[in-house]
């Protein structure tokens, strides 16, 4: 329907409808006056959205377009008993000691086998590489050289790990499990050549043991390169329980980045006693990648497919069957809409993460409309401040990943590198809310909105987000990528137990584990095995536009993190 399109502009609008749709830009621009003196800056009438939703709270107006009554409210939930952080998860704790049954690295570390890596792709997509290094070195009882950056990714972000990382806390709480060393060593006066071979993506421990052992029983040094995802999802107990270790206690931003953290945390908790952290994936290159259609007409599809074309590939897209299987990034608006829905009202700070957004200023107003306390760190921060990080895209990320880490809520329009490795993190540290949208089941209800009263959306909102909240147990054990469900790492309390069986706040608690850490029963399963798998595009710093100067896409290889999985028939074995 015409009227649902998102980047409608009035000069595409009949002419008869320009009087009434002025006198409402009026009405609205005064109650976003009146809303807060926060809302964002006034656009000339031509350019501003007609958000049809966005009615006050006291005189009802009508739905414009099917004359059904869709009142947006102002007020969020004021019995949001569990808005704001799960009533469980204090019967869970993160648990990622080794056992003592783990040797010492001192013991199983051979001499003469140096394993190194070349991370691929953004800070998120690095960092599950760096993770899953780690415990490479350990199944292979080899020497880990300190993992070499990507610096030739989209994402042209030079900086090396130890400006990213405090290499030396890596490298000391990492001791008992295993010998990491800044460089090769020198032998013979100069320093050994590695071999550079790649692996196949999800490689098991198996796979390292008869694909890399041999050469690196005969090279004595093997450097990895591309080295993103490369390890199985399920391994023994005591590797999953090391890659926790490494990820959420021995990567530590450097000292500059952490304290540059915590005042941007800080500032966001002066504002309010809560805070919502939303990041935002809109740019146009993911938009392009998604094979989605947002409304935007002729234009978009132009300007979309254009960028398309540069990526062999992707074969032609079926935007409408994208959004359907839930592959589409919701737009601002929606997530907007979502979150009033759940019960978060007009008066929450929210922070925004984002890179370019496709459509800029005219694609946020909806949702700043809704949440006119909108922050990033450009406004909470002052250019002086940001100035260290500004140019390197990695420790842009990285601030944004503190602040979303330590947001009370944390909600993602995507299911990206960044959402995925956050959503396992705050799992881990406590089960913080964190949201993620039910895209599948979302998507139709969005494109019936105009069909329903508010109260009727916000009723369905809250029954298809069931299972998408972050609460204990949403995903089964042993489901979807281990670095987003880290189940071997997640402990419960006795008393959990005792809840589980029969206490009726326990919605989403419908597994139980029994002692031996094996599922019981039934738990809210929402794992697709088709996930999306978005390219971290995070912080693309090219400003303008659309890249056609300043992206150069040399080689499909450049960008084989958009292919799924190189090797079919490998996933195929590994699905056990
Ligand atoms: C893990 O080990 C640390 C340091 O030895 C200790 O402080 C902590 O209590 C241990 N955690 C658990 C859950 O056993
Ligand atoms: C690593 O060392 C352990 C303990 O000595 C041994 O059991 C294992 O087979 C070794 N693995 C490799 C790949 O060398
Ligand atoms: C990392 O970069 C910094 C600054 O460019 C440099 O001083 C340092 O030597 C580099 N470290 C490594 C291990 O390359
Ligand atoms: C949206 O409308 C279609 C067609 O009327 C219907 O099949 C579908 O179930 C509706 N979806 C929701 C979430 O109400
Ligand atoms: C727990 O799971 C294990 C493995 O599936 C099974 O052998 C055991 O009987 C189960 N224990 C209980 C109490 O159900
Ligand atoms: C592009 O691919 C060719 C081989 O197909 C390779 O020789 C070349 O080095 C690649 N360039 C880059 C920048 O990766």
């Avoid at 198996?206 to 391994?235: G, M």
């Amino acid at each position: 329907m015409a009227s649902q399109r998102r980047r409608q502009t009035q000069h595409q609008q009949p002419r008869f409808l320009i009087p009434v749709v002025s006198v409402i830009f009026a009405a609205l621009l005064f109650l976003l006056a009146l809303l807060s003196f926060l809302a964002p800056p006034p656009m000339s009438d031509n350019r501003l959205r007609r958000p049809a939703w966005l009615n006050d709270d006291i005189e009802v107006k009508r739905n414009v377009i099917t004359d059904e009554v869709f009142r947006v409210p102002i007020v969020g939930r004021s019995t949001g008993h569990d808005l704001w952080g799960s009533k469980l998860s204090k019967f869970f704790y993160g648990c990622s000691n080794a056992s003592n049954k783990f040797a010492q690295a001192e013991v199983i570390t051979q001499p003469n086998r140096y394993l190194m890596i070349a991370t691929s792709g953004g800070l998120n997509q690095q960092r599950t590489g760096i993770t899953d290094a780690v415990v490479a070195a350990r199944i292979l009882n080899a020497t880990l050289i300190v993992p070499k950056l990507d610096s030739n990714s989209f994402w042209k972000d030079a900086s090396n790990f130890t400006e990213i990382f405090d290499v030396d806390w890596f490298i000391s709480f990492l001791s008992k499990d295993i010998k990491i060393i800044k460089q090769l060593p020198i032998k013979g006066g100069k320093i050994v050549a590695p071999y550079t071979m790649r692996v196949p993506r999800k490689c098991t421990e198996r796979c390292y043991q008869t694909r890399v052992l041999p050469v690196l029983l005969k090279k004595h040094a093997v450097q990895l390169t591309k080295f993103d995802y490369r390890l199985a999802n399920k391994l023994r107990t005591d590797l999953q329980k090391l890659r926790c270790r490494v990820n959420y206690h021995a990567l530590k931003f450097t000292d500059p980045i952490l304290e540059m953290g915590k005042k941007l945390v800080q500032r966001m908790r002066m504002k309010n006693r809560h805070f919502i952290a939303l990041h935002l994936r809109f740019e146009p290159d993911m938009l392009a990648f998604s094979g989605c259609y947002y409304g935007g007409g002729e234009k978009e599809k132009k300007e979309l497919g254009a960028i398309r074309k540069r990526w062999k590939t992707l074969h032609t897209s079926n935007p409408d069957k994208e959004r359907r299987h839930g592959k589409c990034p919701l737009t601002p608006e929606e997530v907007g809409l979502m979150l009033r829905a759940l019960g978060f009202g007009s008066d929450v700070h929210l922070y925004v993460a984002s890179g370019e957004v496709y459509g800029g200023e005219e694609t946020l107003a909806p949702l700043k409309a809704l949440f006119p306390n909108f922050h990033s760190k450009e406004t909470i921060a002052s250019k002086e401040e940001l100035a260290p990080f500004s140019a390197f895209s990695s420790r842009m990320a990285a601030l944004d990943f503190i602040v979303c880490d330590e947001s009370d809520v944390f909600v993602t329009n995507n299911n990206g590198n960044m959402a995925r490795m956050l959503a396992g993190r705050r799992r881990y540290f406590g089960h913080k809310r964190t949201i993620r949208p039910n895209a599948k089941k979302l998507y139709s209800l969005f494109m019936n909105r105009t069909d329903m009263t508010w109260e009727a959306f916000a009723s369905k909102v809250h029954t298809f987000q069931r299972g998408f909240m972050g609460e204990p147990k949403e995903i089964r054990p042993g489901r979807g990528e281990f670095h987003e469900n880290p189940s071997t790492c997640i402990c419960e309390y006795p008393e959990a137990k005792v809840l589980d069986s029969g206490s009726q706040g326990v919605v989403f608690l419908k597994g139980k584990r029994n002692d031996t850490g094996e599922e019981i029963g039934e738990s809210t399963d929402h794992f697709l095995d088709e996930e999306p798998d978005w390219p971290d595009l995070d912080y693309v710093e090219n400003h303008n536009g659309l890249g056609e100067k300043g992206m150069t896409y040399k080689n499909d290889t450049d960008y084989d993190m958009f292919l799924k999985f190189e090797e079919p028939e490998l996933e195929e074995m590994l699905s056990d």
